[in-house]
C-alpha cells in the first residue's frame, strides 16, 4: 500500500512536470529525427512520449552493389540472420545477410529444362526450412524455390470443381503469400474480394478464409433500394475491401491488414485478434471529422515477439505498434525525403528488435533501432510473459521514469500487484491507466477476501442482537426502560422546566412557521403521492390533474431531484460503470441538459395538444410530465451506491435496472399524456412522436438563429475594422 502511495504521487508530479519533460525530450530527438511518438489517452486524445526508434541507417541498391532498387515490392527477414527483398521492377529476388551483404540475386530459375524469369514479384516469404515463396505477379502464379534458388513447384492459378467459386476467365495476380507452419499457402491476389485464397499444403487450391464484411453507406441501402432494376444493373457494385497485406505469427496464426483493420485468422477464417485495450488497433483516431483528414492505411503487418505486431500506414507514413492485447505501444516515422521518413512505404518486417522499413518510391530501406524507452517497454512485457512479475514492475517503473503518462505501465504494476496478491494497490494502479477489466478482478479478489474476513463476525454479532432482542422483548423490559428513562428525565429537568417547554408560542411569532410548515408538509405528500402515480398511473395522473392531489412545487422539487440525480449519477457511478470525464464535469451544462430537453417537451408537447383539441394545460403537463421521471430517481440514486460494489461480470443487473427505470419513465410518459389530454394510444403515441420532431425543429432553428446572429457579428466587425484601417 505504501509502495502504490509513493507511486500515486510520483505519477502527480510525473504528470505535472510531463509536459515540460516530452517537450524537452521532442526537442532533444527533433534535431535528430523528424517524427514524434505518441499515443492515445483514454479520451482518444494523442499524448507526446519518448522516442521509441530512431532510425539508424539507410541501405539502397548502389550501397549493395547491384544497381538502384526499383519499384520494390516486399521484404522479408527469415530467423535473425537473413534478408530477402522482392525487387519488383527489377523482376529480382535479392537475399542479403545480417552484415547486409548481397548473398545471391534471383532473377530465373530452371523448370524442365526451360529458364524461367519473374515477372513483377510483388511478394515473398520464407519458411523456417529455407524454402522461398515468391507471388510472381506478372506470370499469374506462386513460384517455390529452395534456398540455393532452385525450383521446388510452381503453384499455378486455382482450380477447382465448384461452380462459381472461381471463374477460369478471371485475371490471376498473386500479390501477397504466406505460409504457415502446417504448409498452409495464403495468398492475397488482386482483384479477389472473397478473402485470403487458401492453398493446401500440396498446392491444390481449398478455397477462401476471412472474407471482409461488406460495409456499404447508409446513402448506398437507400438508393438500391428506390431505384428501378435498370437502375441498380447499372449501378457499381458494393465489393468488400481487399486486403493489402499478411504474416504468420510465432503461434501460426495469419494476421491481415485492409484499410485501417487488422484480423488475426485460424484456419477457417474465424477472426481471433483481442481488442481490449482502449481503442481498436486502427492507426490514427479522430481523423474523420476533418474533411481534410483521412483514415489510415495498412500497407504491411509484421509480426513480432510476445504476440506483439507492427502494422506500416501508408496515408501518413507512421509505423503503429501493437501489443498483444491491442494497446498502442508507440508510433514513429512519416512522409517525407529526410532520414526517418518515406515517400512511399511499402512494406515493414523486424530482425531482432531492430525494424526494417522498405520504401518503394526511393528505392531503399530504413533500419530503425530501439530506444531505451523502447527497451524497457519490450523488457517489461518479456518478463511478465516469463513469470518473472518483481522484474516486470521494475522495468514498468523504468518506463514511468521516462514517460510518466504512459497508462500501459500503470497497467503492467498493476499486474505485478494482482499477481503478487496485493489488490487494494492493483485496483488503485489499474484505475490510473483506466482498465476496467483489470480492475474489476481485483476488486472481486479483495471483495472476496473481506467477505472471508469479516463475515463470521459480522453473523455472530447479528445473531447476539437478535437473541438479545428476542430476550428484551419477552420479558417485558422495553416498557420499563421506557418509564425508567421518562421518570429520570423529570427528576433531573423538574416540574416548572416542563411546563415552560409546553407553553404555547405567542400566536404572532407561530403564524408564519405555522403557514411554512403546512407548505412543506403539502410538498412532501405531494413528492409522497408520487410514489402512487408510478405503480396506479391512469388513476394517478386522473387525479394529479382534476383533484390535484400534488401542487405545482412538488413537480418542481421532483424535477430538481433528477437533476440532481443525474449530476450524481455522472459524477459518483462506480469506475466501472462511469465512462464521463468527471475532472470535466460543470453542473450548470449537466442541469441545462435535463431542464432544456424536459422545457421543450413540456412546450411543444401543450402547443401540438393546443392544436389536436388536447385537454391538458400547460401546468398539467409539466406537473405529469415531472411525476413520469420519479423512477429516474428511485432507481438511479441506489445504483449509484451499487456500481461501487459490484464487478464487471455483475454489471448486466446494473443496466438491468437502468434500462427498466428509462422505459418506465417513457412509458409513464405516454401514459400521463393520454390520460391528461383524454386521448387513446393511438393519438397519444402520434403526439409523442410529433413532439419529439417539433422538438429537434425547436434546436435547429435556435442553432440556426445563433448562427446567423454569429455571422452577422462577425460582418460587423469585418466592417468596423475596414472602415478603421481606410481611414
Given at each position: ?240 475491401a481487399q486486403y493489402n497485406s499478411l504474416d504468420v505469427d510465432a503461434k501460426g496464426f495469419v494476421l491481415a491488414c485492409e484499410k485501417n483493420l487488422i484480423r488475426r485468422l485460424n484456419s477457417t477464417g474465424t477472426d481471433l485478434l483481442r481488442t481490449s485495450g482502449l481503442f481498436p488497433p486502427q492507426g490514427d483516431l479522430n481523423v474523420s471529422s476533418d474533411p481534410d483528414e483521412v483514415p489510415s492505411l495498412f500497407v504491411d503487418i509484421a509480426a513480432r515477439e510476445l504476440g506483439m505486431y507492427s502494422v506500416l500506414d501508408r496515408t501518413r507514413g507512421h509505423v503503429f505498434t501493437y501489443d498483444s ?77 521516462l514517460n510518466a503518462n504512459f497508462d500501459l505501465a500503470y497497467k503492467g504494476i498493476g499486474k505485478a500487484y494482482l499477481r503478487e496478491g496485493d489488490y487494494r494497490s492493483a485496483m488503485q494502479l489499474f484505475r490510473l491507466s483506466h482498465d476496467r477489466s483489470g480492475y474489476s478482478e481485483a476488486f472481486r479478489m479483495l471483495r472476496y477476501e473481506a467477505i472471508s474476513r469479516y463475515l463470521g463476525p459480522l453473523l455472530t454479532v447479528s445473531v447476539l442482537g437478535l437473541v438479545a432482542l428476542y430476550v428484551f422483548r419477552a420479558f417485558g423490559l422495553a416498557p420499563r426502560l421506557k418509564g425508567f428513562l ?242
Open positions: 500500500m505504501v509502495r502504490v502511495r509513493r507511486l500515486c504521487r510520483a505519477a502527480l508530479v510525473g504528470s505535472a512536470i510531463s509536459v515540460v519533460l516530452v517537450a524537452c525530450l521532442s526537442m532533444s530527438y527533433a534535431s535528430t529525427v523528424p517524427y514524434r511518438n505518441y499515443v492515445y489517452n483514454v479520451w482518444g486524445k494523442p499524448v507526446l512520449c519518448p522516442q521509441a526508434y530512431l532510425p539508424d541507417f539507410v541501405v539502397d541498391g548502389v550501397q549493395l552493389g547491384i544497381g538502384p532498387l526499383k519499384n520494390p515490392g516486399d521484404l522479408f527477414v527469415a530467423g535473425s540472420d537473413s534478408i530477402y527483398v522482392a525487387d519488383s521492377g527489377n523482376n529480382r529476388i535479392v537475399c542479403l545477410d545480417a552484415e547486409w551483404n548481397v548473398t545471391a540475386v534471383i532473377d530465373s530459375f530452371v523448370d524442365q529444362g526451360q529458364v524461367q524469369r519473374f515477372a513483377n514479384p510483388s511478394g515473398i516469404f520464407v519458411t523456417e526450412s529455407g524454402s522461398i515463396y515468391v507471388a510472381d505477379q506478372g506470370n499469374s502464379r506462386i513460384v517455390e524455390l529452395r534456398s540455393d534458388g532452385s525450383l521446388v513447384r510452381v503453384i499455378g492459378a486455382p482450380r477447382t470443381d465448384a461452380e462459381g467459386v472461381f471463374s477460369e476467365n478471371t485475371p490471376y495476380a498473386p500479390m501477397r503469400v504466406a505460409v504457415n507452419p502446417l504448409g498452409r499457402i495464403f495468398v492475397i491476389a488482386r482483384h479477389v474480394y472473397e478473402g485470403l485464397m487458401q492453398f493446401g499444403a500440396d498446392g491444390d487450391f481449398e478455397g477462401f478464409v476471412g472474407a471482409p464484411r461488406v460495409q456499404p453507406s447508409v446513402a448506398d441501402i437507400f438508393w438500391q433500394k428506390i431505384a428501378s432494376v435498370q437502375q441498380r444493373e447499372r449501378m457499381t457494385l458494393i465489393l468488400p492485447n491491442g494497446n498502442l505501444l508507440y508510433t514513429f516515422g512519416g512522409i517525407g525525403y529526410l532520414l526517418g521518413q518515406f515517400r512511399a512505404p511499402a512494406a515493414i518486417d523486424s530482425i531482432g528488435e531492430k525494424l526494417l522499413v522498405l520504401d518503394s518510391q526511393l528505392g531503399r530501406i530504413t533500419v530503425f533501432r530501439p530506444t531505451e524507452y523502447a527497451r524497457y517497454i519490450h523488457a517489461a512485457m518479456r518478463a511478465y510473459n516469463d513469470g518473472h512479475y518483481l522484474l516486470s514492475e521494475q522495468m514498468w517503473r523504468e518506463v514511468l521514469r421518562r421518570r429520570r428525565r423529570v427528576s433531573e429537568a423538574g416540574v416548572d422546566s416542563l411546563e415552560q417547554d409546553q407553553t404555547p408560542v405567542a400566536s404572532g411569532i407561530r403564524q408564519p412557521w405555522t403557514s411554512l410548515a403546512r407548505g412543506i408538509r403539502e410538498i412532501g405528500s405531494g413528492l409522497s403521492y408520487s410514489l402512487y402515480v408510478i405503480f396506479h398511473p391512469f388513476e394517478g395522473f386522473w387525479s394529479l390533474k382534476h383533484e390535484r392531489k400534488a401542487p405545482l412545487a412538488s413537480a418542481i422539487c421532483m424535477l430538481v431531484a433528477v437533476v440532481i440525480t443525474y449530476i450524481v449519477v455522472r459524477q459518483y457511478t462506480g469506475f466501472l460503470f462511469n465512462f464521463s470525464d468527471s475532472s470535466k464535469l460543470n453542473v450548470v451544462v449537466e442541469a441545462l441538459s435535463v431542464l432544456v430537453p424536459f422545457a421543450l417537451w413540456c412546450l411543444v408537447n401543450w402547443a401540438l395538444t393546443t392544436l389536436m383539441d388536447g385537454k391538458g394545460t400547460l401546468s398539467d403537463i409539466f406537473t405529469a410530465s415531472a411525476f413520469a421521471l420519479t423512477p429516474l430517481v428511485l432507481i438511479n440514486l441506489p445504483l449509484v451506491v451499487i456500481s461501487n460494489v459490484i464487478t464487471l461480470e455483475e454489471g448486466g443487473y446494473y443496466y438491468l435496472f437502468l434500462t427498466v427505470a428509462v422505459l418506465w419513465s417513457v412509458t409513464l410518459l405516454l401514459l400521463g399524456s393520454m390520460t391528461i389530454h383524454d386521448y387513446d394510444l393511438a393519438k397519444t403515441t402520434l403526439t409523442a412522436v410529433l413532439t419529439a420532431i417539433g422538438m429537434g425543429s425547436v434546436l435547429f432553428i435556435g442553432l440556426l438563429g445563433v448562427s446567423l446572429v454569429d455571422a452577422i457579428a462577425q460582418l460587423v466587425r469585418d466592417l468596423y475594422v475596414e472602415i478603421v484601417l481606410r481611414v
